[in-house]
């Protein structure tokens, strides 16, 4: 999503408190997302998927994989910070929009969430 920042633009303080997963194809790492639980509230941050290898289900799978992942810590809610642009693929997971947006680096941005 940040192709073009340096690798301390993406890393969060806490990332040592989130779970992360990585989808491979062979050797080749296509797809990350990490996820962050806080009791029964969850949120999934740095999602991304290679722009070559976007629209073939990549992302699709990840996300379907960490809201079963999410559910079997006990989550009831889990949310992220999604570019207004991809939120119609949200969406198709069942979140939905909240009243909180945002602009960060030229990209708005909106809060979804979805319970579980």
Known sequence: MWPNKEYDFIKLKDDDEGIHFGLFIEKNLISVISLFIKNDDAQFRKFATLQQEQ??????????????????????????????????????????????????????????????
């Not at 799978?61 to 079997?72: G, H, P, V």
């Not at 979140?95 to 969430?113: A, D, P, Q, R």
């Open 55 to 116: 629209g073939k289900g990549y992302g699709t799978a990840l996300l379907d994989f960490i809201l079963n992942e999410a559910e079997s810590y006990g989550v009831k809610r889990i949310w992220c910070n999604a570019r207004k642009n991809k939120a119609d693929f949200y969406k198709k997971f069942g979140f939905v929009e909240t009243n909180s947006t945002y602009i960060k680096e030229g990209k708005s941005f909106v809060i979804m969430e979805k319970y579980l």
